[in-house]
């Protein structure tokens, strides 16, 4: 079992920049794919970025590649999303998740079984 919760939402301008923050509990944090998604409302959630239990594997969907980072400490049991260059496009609520299985790959939303609440991040043009 992997309790989330994420941190570090606001509201920016376009260009700007924000760091998400996803603080895990849970002694197998570490055995776990770790994503961020992101829901706009009226529409579905979405893929963003995942990292691998180790931190050696990331994954990006196209529209964030180059200006989302994606960074996990074990040590601390967080995983990070730098967000930089944001656009109108970005504001969302986000949410970090584990995916349901150890040591596995995806990027699908119904791979993932252990949610955050959500951080809202909401960008001015």
């Known amino acids: 079992q992997v309790q989330l919760v994420e941190s570090g939402g606001g509201l920016v301008q376009a260009g700007d920049s924000l760091r998400l923050s996803c603080a895990a509990s849970?002694?197998?944090?570490?055995?776990?794919?770790i994503g961020w998604f992101r829901q706009a409302p009226g529409k579905e959630r979405e893929f963003v970025a995942a990292?691998?239990?180790?931190?050696?594997?990331?994954f990006y969907r196209d529209s964030v590649k180059g200006r989302f980072t994606i960074s996990r400490d074990n040590a601390v049991n967080t995983v990070y999303l730098q967000m930089n260059s944001l656009g109108p496009e970005d504001t969302a609520v986000y949410y970090c998740?584990?995916?349901?299985?150890?040591?596995?790959?995806?990027?699908?939303?119904?791979?993932?079984?252990?949610w955050g609440q959500g951080t809202q991040v909401t960008v001015s043009s």
């Open positions: 998740a584990a995916s349901l299985k150890p040591y596995y790959y995806s990027t699908y939303v119904t791979d993932f079984g252990f």
């Open positions: 849970g002694r197998t944090f570490s055995n776990y794919l």
């Open positions: 990292i691998s239990w180790s931190g050696g594997t990331t």
